[in-house]
């Protein structure tokens, strides 16, 4: 079992997925104030994942962005408040897939922005347990939780 999360200014979309690593699933969108050590304990004790995969907003071009450094920063923490493996994967075009797929499935994006963060959150899952299972390796790159370095490289690419 393993959390998604989508980091943005405003708000925290967070998914889960079944405890066999097939399905990621919405869970909550949280307030970015309310998204803190708190908040992801009572996570990590409802849902006790084995690890958590936080999306990285590369840009197109494959720099870094300042929501870049603040989803880092954001993953640092998080893995110093659970201790649990924190994965940063390349999140590319998340957001955009959600609104799309909202938008396709007849709902306004309008009034919609806690749900696009949850189903942002469960593209970024699911496109982790999708490359897991097909490249046989975790995808992303590690987060290590005492120093919140990522040794910089570019974690792998969400299609």
């Known amino acids: 079992m393993r959390l998604g999360v989508d980091v943005g200014k ?5 998914a889960s997925s079944d405890r066999d690593g097939l399905l990621a699933t919405p869970v909550a ?4 104030q309310d998204a803190d050590q708190r908040s992801f304990g009572i996570l ?5 994942p084995v690890e958590i ?3 990285l907003p590369i840009s197109l071009s494959g720099a870094d962005t300042a929501s870049t450094t603040d989803a ?20 590319r ?21 806690p749900v696009i963060d949850q189903v942002a959150a469960v593209i970024i899952l699911q496109n982790a347990l999708d490359s897991e299972r097909s490249a046989g390796r975790p995808p992303g790159v590690l ?17």
């Open 10 to 14: 405003a708000r925290v979309g967070i």
């Open 29 to 32: 969108t949280l307030a970015r």
């Open 44 to 48: 990590v004790d409802q849902y006790d």
């Open 53 to 55: 995969v936080v999306g």
């Open 72 to 91: 880092r920063e954001f993953a640092a923490d998080v893995a110093e408040w659970t201790g649990l493996p924190v994965r940063l994967l390349d999140e």
């Open 93 to 113: 075009l998340s957001t955009v897939s959600a609104q799309r797929a909202l938008r396709d499935s007849g709902r306004r994006t309008k009034g919609s922005r």
């Open 143 to 159: 987060v290590d939780h005492e120093s919140g370095d990522d040794s910089s490289q570019i974690p792998d690419k969400v299609t």
